[in-house]
């Protein structure tokens, strides 16, 4: 079994840059496909990255891309989502998410295991 513990959340102006990381226990991290959702108030949660768990393939949200990296390394049983170029709309309680395969998918019904998350604010 994984727990997951995410930080680095807080309060960004627009156009700034946070760096999330979800640090996991157990032995068997590597064999894990990591991700990362949000959440909004008032809003379902949705998909925002993902890696499989060799690292070798991604998949973000198409209003993501060029702006978010999801980096892993499993040496350190850490998974990040560095967040570039904020913008209100990112505002959002973030989890990161655990999966027993390979594919990094964006269903989140699919995943094992969640962190608590941690809170992301954007102002304008």
């Known amino acids: 079994q994984v727990q997951l513990v995410e930080s680095g959340g807080g309060l960004v102006q627009a156009g700034g840059s946070l760096r999330l990381s979800c640090v996991a226990s157990g032995r068997t991290f590597s064999s894990y496909a990591m991700g990362w959702f949000r959440q909004a108030p008032g809003k379902e949660r949705e998909f925002v990255a993902a890696?499989?768990?060799?690292?070798?393939?991604?998949n973000h949200l198409d209003s993501v891309k060029g702006r978010f990296t999801i980096p892993r390394d499993n040496a350190k049983n850490t998974v990040h989502l560095q967040m570039n170029t904020l913008k209100p709309e990112d505002t959002a309680v973030y989890y990161c998410?655990?999966?027993?395969?390979?594919?990094?998918?964006?269903?989140?019904?699919?995943?094992?295991?969640w962190g608590q998350g941690t809170q992301v604010t954007v102002s304008s």
């Open positions: 890696i499989s768990r060799n690292g070798f393939m991604t």
């Open positions: 998410a655990a999966r027993n395969g390979v594919v990094p998918i964006t269903d989140n019904d699919k995943y094992d295991y």
